[in-house]
């Protein structure tokens, strides 16, 4: 690879700074990384990064691989799914229990408790000649038992904490059930917000995706006490993670769910990449291959990005396990004529484990007497897998305690989801200061659709949670903040907004009340995978109902339960304060509370743009320019003749209770050589950060970078660096961002992976959304 080599984006920004702190943030520099608070930054100095497992089982597994058949072998990259209510060899479980019995399966999704679990895993460990044992997987998107709010929101945080947080409770859970292993984090950034898979990932940047990515996968997985590595998959609070889905599936046409992408070499390694880069840097085993296509080749059979730069420019140890069915998908897709040449395909590209289909098991055999597979590769992808089976310590102790299952949350679990939903949330808007209520306020209304409901939990919440840890819902978290009101609640509508013949009594109940707060969204079940909208608005009757609300008279607020960004229509301008609440998880209700009283002063940030229409679509703060840029005044310049120009939201957009002013970011110098940059220089980027309001809170500062001149149109702008800092009312801090060869340069569009830092001039902009004005000038010589 020619150029300057790319580095880690592992403490690249996160955690909380607080009062009168001087930081380092930025893009995830030595430097940035030693002067980092919090968890993130030291996790980051412990990381594993790529290769670290190699040497240390590599005996062992050899060993084991000379005593293997090709089919006890072939076995070990077949994962087949699990029925949750039946034990070994009941309904919808023969298939897997044969397999283990005999030798030939090396890995079981959706399989969770400690019986059911020590049942199967002791048919192979004890019933097999060579006793492998089994991988279990599951996917613990956003909590297992304890459900934290959808990763999206989790971005709105700004803050890896957050997400770190998630993955450290979940992998507590899930490790006493007996899952050693997580489909989590995803990782795909997009800029559809048709795509309901939005909710599963981390917006439309991918320097703040790399951040949140990085942390979780450390959390997951530990950061280790051993020499020569960081990891500590053998713990008991630990869980492999999986980087997915690679690569681009955030890029699908029209955001309709396994559609095709086309991107440039240089956007694919600019855009979609960075994320799993910096996931493989913070030592992530597993990546999943992505249902897409990427310039007409599927991913599943895509040499060049599962091969040439997972494993051999990146040097990734790890195993690429298929998405559900994604081998069998290469048929449909009109790449393989049949399930033979799908294994072929599959295997040759770089997927080491087939999920669900079986052509690898079943067409192995046959394509290697017939050379259209190799030996050599069929021990790389079994020592791949044996390699994370001996890093989670599965040949030493391969059963799960059953006295020690975990089966709900714990107080400390439910606490750190209420924080960190409050810490997700953002307040879009607050006019005459409509919020915090008053602790006084003597009565509340609650009306809307999701007011009383407890489908707060978002999609890939773990599937038995809504019933044994439901979500505490608006009202309740409401009446248990203000005990002496009188709280009523009144439906309105339903959920899609359909039947509308409530609204009178969502009235009736706002006029009887001294507040009242409208609880409106979209079910879970709207978005996730299979859950694209093309109208993103609030289902049905639900604008209605917030009319009629506004039509009293009466004060009222607007509080949003969905997992996209949503278009707002006309109602937002009568709605005083509205404040973007997500699916919040288990704790969304108490969370929405202490938000609304004012106990939780808002801090969250928008980590994707809020269209005004689904016609805007797509529209993203990192775009390019055009030759006619937006003018006003000039009709033939890049714009809608129906619209404003601009979003609804930007990306970084939130209000607080309390106000901030960010001065002029100075550099600590004017120039800087590319051949410094190269050598690992930096510029250093301060910006005085005063909270001119009248109480504690939150700002996220946030630095972008604007290349006005390349060889390859850059965007007008790209988010850089970013502190989520706690001030006094009062008080003022110096925030510091080191700017270094990653964020100064670019790949090009050449397929070996070049990438480069020229010589030319940089704006530097600082401030609290990706509309920040204050700038600064940086030449690189």
């Keep these: 690879m020619s150029g300057v080599r790319r580095r880690s984006v592992l403490a690249a920004a996160g955690g909380t700074v607080a009062a009168g702190a001087v930081t380092g943030a930025g893009a995830g520099t030595a430097q940035a990384a030693e002067a980092g608070t919090g968890a993130t930054a030291a996790a980051a100095a412990a990381a594993p990064g790529p290769g670290a497992a190699q040497g240390r089982y590599e005996r062992e597994i050899s060993a084991l691989l000379r005593k293997m058949t090709v089919d006890e072998k072939l076995g ?183 559609n095709t992408v086309i991107a440039s070499e240089s956007q694919l390694r600019n855009y979609y990449l960075p994320p799993f880069k910096a996931a493989i840097d913070a030592g992530c085993v597993t990546v999943m291959a992505s249902f897409n296509t990427i310039n007409g080749v599927p991913a599943h059979g895509n040499a060049h990005t599962l091969t040439e730069i997972l494993k051999d420019e990146w040097d990734f140890d790890g195993f690429v396990v298929s998405d559900w069915t994604g081998v069998q998908e290469l048929i449909p897709h009109g790449f393989a004529a049949d399930g033979s040449e799908a294994a072929r395909l599959g295997l040759n590209s770089g997927v080491d484990m087939e999920m669900t289909s079986t052509h690898l098991a079943v067409n192995g055999k046959k394509l290697l007497r017939g050379g259209k597979i190799s030996e050599k590769r069929l021990d790389d992808a079994v020592r791949r897998i044996l390699r994370v089976k001996y890093e989670l310590g599965l040949f030493e102790n391969p059963y799960v305690d059953e006295k020690a299952v975990i089966q709900e949350p714990t107080p400390a679990a439910r606490k750190a989801a209420r924080d960190t939903a409050a810490r997700s949330m953002v307040l879009l808007k607050n006019e005459k200061k409509a919020l915090p209520l008053a602790p006084t306020t003597k009565s509340v209304a609650v009306v809307g659709p999701f007011g009383d409901s407890p489908d707060l939990l978002g999609a890939w919440a773990f599937p038995f949670a809504a019933k044994e840890a439901p979500a505490v819902t608006v009202l309740a978290g409401v009446k248990a903040a203000l005990p002496d009101a009188r709280v009523t609640y009144a439906l309105g509508v339903d959920a899609d907004g359909k039947d509308t013949s409530k609204i009178p009594a969502a009235v009736g109940a706002a006029k009887g009340a001294d507040v009242t707060v409208v609880v409106v969204g979209e079910a879970s079940a709207l978005s996730g995978e299979a859950a694209v909208r093309a109208d993103i608005s609030l289902p049905g009757g639900q604008e209605e109902l917030i009319a009629a609300v506004a039509a009293t008279g009466k004060p009222f607020v607007v509080v949003l339960v969905n997992g996209r960004p949503l278009t707002m229509g006309d109602w937002l301008a009568a709605a005083p304060a509205v404040l973007e609440a997500w699916h919040g998880g288990t704790e969304t209700g108490n969370a929405v509370a202490d938000i609304l009283l004012g106990k939780v002063n808002p801090g969250g940030k928008l980590p994707v743009t809020f269209p005004r229409t689904a016609g805007q679509i797509p529209i993203y703060y990192n775009h390019e320019s055009t030759g006619r840029p937006y003018n006003a005044d000039n009709k033939y310049t890049s714009k809608y003749l129906d619209l404003p120009h601009g979003p609804e939201f930007a990306f970084g957009h939130g209000l607080s209770y309390t106000t901030f002013e960010s001065g002029a970011p100075k550099l600590s110098r004017g120039s800087v050589s590319a051949r410094a940059l190269r050598g690992g220089d930096t510029v250093e980027v301060a910006v005085t950060l005063t909270n001119t309001g009248d109480r504690e809170g939150d700002e996220v500062v946030q630095l972008y970078v604007h290349d006005r001149f390349a060889a390859i149109v850059q965007p007008v702008r790209k988010l850089r660096g970013f502190r989520r800092v706690t001030l006094a009312a009062g008080r003022s801090t110096t925030v510091r961002f080191q700017l270094g060869a990653d964020d100064l340069g670019y790949w090009t569009n050449s397929e070996d992976g070049r990438f480069v830092i020229e010589p030319g001039d940089f704006d530097i902009y600082v401030g609290t959304s990706a509309e920040a004005t204050a700038k600064a000038a940086l030449k690189v010589t």
């Design 76 to 258: 070990q990259l077949q994962q087949l799914p699990w029925s949750w209510d039946t034990g070994p060899g009941g309904g919808g479980t023969e298939e897997a229990t044969k397999a283990a019995r005999e030798g030939r399966l090396g890995s079981v999704l959706s399989i969770y408790g400690g019986k059911s679990n020590n049942a199967l895993q002791k048919i192979a460990v004890e019933e097999t000649r060579l006793g492998i044992p089994l991988l279990y997987g599951f996917d613990i998107i956003h909590g297992m038992w304890t459900t934290f709010p959808i990763p999206l929101a989790q971005a709105a945080s700004f803050d890896p904490q957050v997400a770190a947080t998630d993955a450290e409770v979940s992998a507590l859970e899930a490790r006493s059930n007996g899952i050693h292993w997580t489909f989590a984090p995803m990782m795909d950034v997009t800029h559809e917000p048709r795509w309901g898979r939005i909710a599963e990932g981390n917006g439309e940047d991918p320097y703040l995706t790399s951040a949140l990515a990085a942390a979780k996968v450390i959390a997951y997985q530990g950061t280790g006490k051993g020499a020569g590595h960081g990891r500590d998959l053998k713990a008991k609070d630990r869980i492999a993670a999986c980087a997915k889905h690679f690569v681009a599936y955030g890029g699908a046409e029209g955001g309709r769910d396994y």
